[in-house]
């Protein structure tokens, strides 16, 4: 007897997201270097007085899809690519991109509050504040679902959480605020836009 499975959808958002990212980074690389901090800001990364002084609000936007070097890129894409997908089936592809943009937007604006009366102002770049948006998202979907999403569990999750937050305060060059709030920002705008599949013939459909 033939058994059905249902196939999950393909999730174009996040893997657009992926290749812009990449794309960008190729291009910093071979215009400049995208370790340069000069060249950096030129390109749209984010400095909290070009923000607040100058009104380049583009770039709480434009450094989201910045990285400083191979291996910040590397690491990011990676944690994306893994979990991704799981929350753009879950939210489906607009709501997805939305919470996505939300997220690492949201993280830089946090982050540049807090820091604004530091002495040293640093220069940021990266997608971590959106990917930590991502993993509060699919930390509350899990809950929701009674602990699992698809082939995720909140055990996965929270490992994850606890090894990336560890990482991120025990080395240097690291924006540890911008982490933690895009990991809450995820948690509140999961609330806000994910809803629970319903079950229909023993099989879960995904908005």
Sequence with gaps: MGQYQYGRKRTWVNGGLIALNI????????????????????????????????????????????????????????????????????LG?????????????????????????????????????????????LLYAVGVNRGRLEDLSSRQLVVVILFSLYFGFTSTGVDNVAHVAGLLIGVLLAAILYRKPQRSSGLEYWG
């Design 93 to 137: 592809k607009v709501k997805y991109l939305l919470f996505y943009l939300l997220c690492g937007v949201g993280a830089n604006i946090v982050s540049m509050l807090i820091g604004i009366h530091d002495s040293v102002q640093a220069v940021g770049a990266g997608a971590s504040g959106a990917i930590f948006g991502v993993i509060g998202g």
């Design 23 to 90: 794309l960008y980074f190729l291009y910093l690389e071979i215009a400049g270097s995208s370790e340069d901090t000069v060249f950096m800001l030129q390109h749209g990364a984010m400095y909290a007085p070009m923000v607040l002084q100058d009104h380049e609000y583009y770039r709480l936007l434009t450094s989201v899809f910045m990285h400083f070097g191979i291996d910040h890129i590397v690491n990011n894409m990676l944690v994306l690519f893994v979990l991704g997908d799981n929350l753009e089936r879950a």
